[in-house]
């Protein structure tokens, strides 16, 4: 069964820092490309960032450019997604998803 679980989500004052996880079992996570997707309240989907199955394929939104790093750790069945310098309007559920099956989500909340 394919399963993909996403953890680290969590409220954080503006300029602040979280690290997402995303815990992958059920495929061969190492052959897989990867991706970050969100959805913010009352939005629809936005693409964040993509990793190849290397991890040296690496693209990101403009929106998050520059502040958020995308990682996998083939070893660990395990992607993730570094945020700094977070904004209000990075607040949504974080999904991650290798195309055809995707997690439950991870809420991050940006407020003060």
């Known amino acids: 069964q394919v399963q993909l679980v996403e953890s680290g989500g969590g409220l954080v004052q503006p300029g602040g820092s979280l690290r997402l996880s995303c815990m992958v079992s059920?495929?061969?996570?190492?052959?897989?490309?990867m991706s970050w997707v969100r959805q913010a309240p009352g939005k629809g989907l936005e693409w964040v960032s993509f990793i190849n199955s290397k991890g040296v394929d690496i693209t990101y939104a403009d929106s998050v450019k520059g502040r958020f790093t995308i990682s996998r750790d083939n070893a660990k069945n395990t992607m993730y997604l570094q945020m700094n310098a977070l904004k209000p309007e990075d607040t949504a559920v974080y999904y991650c998803t290798q195309g055809e099956v995707w997690g439950q989500g991870t809420l991050v909340t940006v407020s003060s």
């Open positions: 059920g495929f061969n996570f190492s052959t897989f490309p």
